[in-house]
């Protein structure tokens, strides 16, 4: 029976989509007023660095957050780099990363000449699983007048990010108090959570800073671009001037006190950003009853079944899911073939972190749910359209 379990996921997606020969993975979505504001901007000649634009586009992410500030990036690793850069992350640091992530996160770390040091990620999830973090933690780590030290590589330990994985929230409670019990700071990647909650706040505001993605898979899309967000008014105006090359306030000189980055947003993806955000909402709910249409078509299927939010959260469903039982992991590749010569785009989960060349000789703990999960995870198509 099992040896046919590729053809019954492509029926079972080809049922659930209709019509369609060709189902990509991800697709922007522009059905509102994206070609009214790129051409006031390209009328008002106000294309670039500047704009009335950006200031709006911020204003609409910190309103649908509800965090105090966001700050507009050329894109979700820029906004990672800057947040590290703006909590102090030091040369030869370490930063706790889930080895089941996109290479973002890792870069990031390594821009600011610290350590990725991996963490496993947890069944209910997809993220890092801040119980195995807390035991990890106790087992290798004193905490110190200058914070979090790794007693096996004598590294200050200096923050955490957790990445809300295809959209689904990391359990950040428990993942709070480790930091508070360890003394690390707190960086949300919710590149790919746009939409999502958990419990009452949304991703990336529990953070010190986070950092959202408008690339253009992710769930709103400004051709490239990312955000900063926090609700710390003195690190937000400490954001934009570090993204704005550091220049300093004066009517004609052009001067610069620190090496800042040249990291702003054009007000011309902004423009699309606030046309995309008008319809936030909207592709929220396509995403979520989506997901609900697959997960009743996988409902009867042994051996797979599609991951749905954890009890206490909202998610976005930026991309669906599907997992494959353990006894049932070896049918993976032949499923990834079978779809997606058939049309139906799928694709595995990232190879974790510790198996990149540059990340090998990385510190990191035990690693058998992210290896387990990565060994059985598909993502399948999720365009807000579908
Ligand atoms: C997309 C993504 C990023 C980075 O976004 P870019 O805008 O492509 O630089 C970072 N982290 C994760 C987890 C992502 O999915």
Redesign the pocket.
């Known amino acids: 029976m099992s040896s046919d379990l590729a053809s019954r996921v492509l029926s079972v997606l080809r049922a659930c989509h209709q019509g369609r020969e060709q189902v990509s993975l991800h697709e922007p979505c522009f059905g509102g007023r994206e070609n009214d504001y790129l051409r006031e901007c390209i009328d008002s000649g106000w294309v670039s660095s500047v704009g009335t634009f950006v200031d709006r586009f911020e204003q609409m992410l910190a309103d649908y957050t509800g965090v105090r500030r966001a700050i507009a990036v050329v894109?979700?690793?820029?906004a990672?780099h800057c947040c590290l850069r703006l909590i102090g992350v030091r040369q030869d640091d370490e930063v706790l990363v889930p080895a089941l992530?996109?290479v973002?996160?890792a870069n990031a770390v390594a821009y600011c000449g610290a350590v990725p040091h991996f963490i496993d990620s947890s069944d209910a999830t997809l993220g890092l699983d801040p119980g195995k973090l807390g035991d990890h933690l106790k087992e290798i780590a004193t905490v110190t007048a200058d914070g979090c030290r790794n007693n096996r590589t004598g590294r200050r330990i200096s923050a955490v990010i957790p990445?809300h994985t295809f959209g689904h929230p990391v359990d950040m409670d428990p993942l709070v108090d480790v930091c508070k019990r360890y003394r690390l700071e707190l960086v949300e990647?919710a590149?790919?959570s746009l939409g999502s909650f958990y419990k009452d706040r949304h991703t990336g505001s529990w953070g010190r800073v986070s950092?959202l993605?408008?690339?253009g898979n992710?769930i709103l899309t400004t051709g490239?671009?990312?955000a900063i967000l926090t609700n710390d008014t003195a690190l937000a105006d400490r954001a934009k001037h570090l993204t704005t090359t550091a220049r300093t306030q004066h009517p004609w000189e052009i001067s610069h006190d620190a090496v800042g980055f040249n990291y702003r947003l054009p007000n011309l993806n902004a423009a699309l950003g606030c046309a995309q955000m008008e319809q936030l909402p909207g592709f929220v709910a396509n995403k979520r009853s989506l997901a609900e249409r697959y997960r009743q078509a996988f409902q009867g299927m042994a051996g797979i079944r599609l991951f749905t939010e954890p009890a206490f959260a909202k998610s976005n469903y930026w991309l669906n899911v599907l997992l494959l039982e353990k006894e049932n992991a070896f049918e993976r590749d032949r499923i990834l073939e079978l779809t997606r010569t058939s049309g139906m785009m799928t694709r595995p989960a990232w190879n974790l972190m510790p198996t990149l060349p540059m990340y090998k000789e990385c510190p990191r703990m035990d690693l058998s749910t992210a290896e387990s999960i990565a060994s059985r995870l598909i993502n399948i198509p999720s365009s807000a359209f579908l």
Request: hydrophobic fraction near 40%; avoid cysteine; proline fraction near 0%.
């Open positions: 894109n979700g690793t820029a990672l992530t996109f973002a996160t990445m990647d590149a790919e950092a993605s408008f690339n992710k490239g671009g990312g």
